[in-house]
């Protein structure tokens, strides 16, 4: 059954590569859902049957990361997938395949925190763990029925002790704060408790010291011309913010104005893809690919885009980074890992922190496949995006700061 569903998106998926112009919003899917399929069968199934650690390989400039290495690529490949897992099984091929992604997730999670497992994850040795723990509670948050629900009592228990454990981690003084604000947050959400400062410490400092102006935030008191306002910094805030206004957290009320910003800042991102499906190629941790839109697929999951800014749009310029990105054969390995590189396998564009397993950050830009195929997002036609529109003579809005 497995592989007639994979036959059936990859025929779509052909179809969407053939098309010369105006790709429907299905075939756009189809290309996504190849996507996530791509990146996620290796992680999957191989923490699924236990076997993450005995198989998954090891690239990076710095050889002493690799017990880091599977938690990373774990909570982020979970990270941007869990909206679509999210939507559940349902009796269209799509829905079949995704059941069977969550059984995997699933069983992937219990081996996770499980002491006697072979593929036990270490959710406490400093630093990278707090990184990693975070993802896998914001992928928690992301899909709270179908992976936190679908876990058994024995797995929550364990899952919310490895999440307390990275309470042992002091986080620097920059996007890592929001790490351990959000395992916080994960944290009132399915155990009913949290530690109010590591909850608050970074939605202080980025609401009260931080902010730089036009949806800007310093990563930490200094501007850095790089992409971690969208890796983690809207994102997280946004995640973490939403929590604490359900809960009644006091604090929570700046939810409105970070979704003002989080919009503008995912305004900005769509401007940046060029008419064939490039962006620039700046600032650290670039090897994480289109990782670079998270935020801007954030705000089209959460259908807080502005108003200048259609989701058809966005959904076809991510779709051509998508196509473009993914189109050198050299970015997975002959076991179908993921290589470090930008479009192929290209070590040397990475930093000394960067590895196989971080590197799979890559699929919080799929995050819209948790919004149903009759959301606008994928229902409406193609749609030019910015860019396109305005190098090749067309109509283009002037573009505006935010006060």
Not at 47 to 73: C, H, I, T, V, W
Not at 137 to 155: H, I
Request: proline share 5%.
């Amino acid at each position: 059954m497995k592989q007639f569903l994979l036959r059936h998106f990859l025929s779509l998926t052909t179809l969407a590569l053939q098309s010369q112009s105006n790709p429907t919003g299905a075939e756009d899917r189809a290309l996504w859902v190849e996507t996530l399929r791509k990146l996620s069968d290796p992680v999957l199934s191989n923490l699924s049957r236990g076997n993450l650690k005995q198989n998954m390989p090891y690239e990076s400039l710095d050889e002493s990361r690799r017990e880091f290495s599977y938690l990373e690529a774990v909570g982020r490949l979970l990270c941007g997938i869990a909206p679509w897992l999210e939507l559940g099984p349902d009796d269209t091929a799509e829905g079949r395949l995704r059941a069977e992604y969550i059984d995997m997730a699933v069983k992937g999670i219990r081996n996770a925190v499980d002491p006697s497992s072979a593929d036990y994850l270490d959710f406490d040795r400093p630093s990278q763990a707090l990184v990693d723990a975070a993802f896998l509670a914001q992928a928690l948050l992301r899909a709270p029925t179908q992976l936190w629900g679908k876990l058994d009592a024995e797995t929550q228990s364990r899952l919310i002790t490895e999440l307390k454990r990275s309470r042992s981690i002091v986080p620097g003084q920059s996007n890592w704060l929001l790490f351990a604000s959000i395992i916080e947050a994960a944290l009132q959400e399915f155990a009913g408790e949290y530690n109010s400062e590591r909850l608050m410490h970074g939605v202080n400092r980025f609401r009260n010291d931080w902010y730089k102006g036009d949806a800007i935030y310093g990563d930490g008191a200094e501007f850095h011309f790089d992409y971690y306002n969208s890796f983690v910094i809207h994102p997280m805030f946004t995640d973490v913010l939403r929590v604490m206004h359900k809960h009644g957290i006091e604090g929570g009320d700046f939810l409105g104005e970070q979704l003002r910003r989080h919009g503008r800042y995912a305004e900005i991102l769509e401007r940046m893809i060029s008419p064939e499906g490039a962006y620039p190629v700046v600032g650290r941790s670039i090897a994480y690919r289109f990782g670079i839109f998270h935020a801007l697929s954030h705000a089209s999951l959460d259908h807080i885009l502005p108003q200048t800014v259609a989701p058809a749009q966005v959904r076809c310029a991510l779709t051509a980074v998508i196509r473009r990105q993914m189109s050198s054969p050299q970015n997975f390995d002959s076991k179908g890992w993921l290589r470090v590189g930008f479009n192929g396998s290209q070590i040397n564009i990475s930093e000394r922190y960067i590895n196989t397993g971080s590197i799979y950050l890559c699929a919080t830009v799929l995050l819209p496949l948790g919004l149903p195929a009759s959301d606008p997002f994928w229902s409406a036609p193609y749609a030019e995006w910015t860019g396109l529109r305005a190098w090749t003579g067309k109509e283009v809005a002037a573009d505006h700061a935010l006060h």
